[in-house]
């Protein structure tokens, strides 16, 4: 009877330290990785889409890497490019764009570092590697 009860109180320790892991609060670092991923996605699928308006192919290129100081110039630049406000999906992708440098510079100033300076480098995304089984 005892085994049984150590089991019990060890399975239930194990989830409730599953639970509470998956239940802590993102770090600055981790949201802003996401929404960034998340705006390059939905910038690849508006650049891909045959419903939206042609002037989306005019936009600025759109690839962000958190890691690049470049990214806050890149950013700048998107939100305040004029084209293309009669589309919904860009004004949506302008804000989060918006929402994304604030974080950068506000709230997150302090917990990142940049790891390169290279402008280049977010004008020509690199492929990730593919894997081999």
Known sequence: KLPTMKMLLLLIALLSAALLASAAPPT????????SKEITESFKELQTSNTVDSCVQTLPRLYLDIHNYCVLA???????????????EVNELKEKAR??????ISYCRRDLVFLTDDCNA????????????
Not at 74 to 88: M, S, T, W
Not at 99 to 104: E, H, P
């Open 28 to 35: 600055c670092y981790s949201r802003v990785l996401s929404l």
């Open 74 to 88: 890149k950013l700048r630049e998107f939100v305040a490019y004029p084209g293309c406000d009669r589309v919904v």
């Open 99 to 104: 929402s994304l440098y604030t974080i950068l």
């Open 122 to 133: 977010l004008e020509i995304p690199i492929s990730p590697p593919i894997e081999h089984s």
